[in-house]
């Protein structure tokens, strides 16, 4: 049985594409450019085709170790929804929400505050088709 390596082979797929696309252009691309390339990818992005996060993924992150992160964030976004002056309406957008936990914590944590629960329009962006069914759920605050 082959254990899967993240370690790019000299001719893999990905790493084909991007020497395409050097030899396309004549020259070298953007760091930028090569970090959008390695992680989304389409084919072969490392967030594109599986989930990344927790035991068997690759890392984990502060929402996924405590819901406390996320009820904290949600006490600091209401403190400065109260600096506003209490805004009918706020978007709140979560760039790479992965599994949606952080805008869960913050939600349940800011439930008994309907003001403000009913002032958010959440918008969650997130690139990989994996993960965007965790996304794609309904936030009923």
Request: glycine share 10%.
């Amino acid at each position: 049985m082959t254990e899967h390596s993240h370690e790019p082979s000299s001719d893999s797929e990905l790493v084909k594409h991007l020497k395409g696309i050097i030899k396309f252009r004549g020259g070298p691309i953007s760091v930028a450019e090569y970090m959008e390339e390695v992680l989304t990818n389409p084919k072969a992005g490392f967030y594109m085709n599986r989930d990344v996060f927790g035991a068997g993924g690759d890392f984990i992150t502060s929402p996924e170790v405590s819901q406390m992160f996320g009820e904290m964030v949600g006490v600091w976004a209401m403190s400065l929804w109260e600096q506003m002056g209490q805004p009918a309406r706020v978007n709140l957008v979560e760039l790479g929400p992965g599994r949606g936990t952080l805008m869960a914590d913050l939600l349940r944590g800011a439930s008994k505050f309907k003001n403000f629960t009913e002032s958010l329009h959440v918008h969650m962006v997130e690139c990989s088709p994996a993960l965007q069914k965790f996304s794609t759920r309904s936030w009923n605050v």
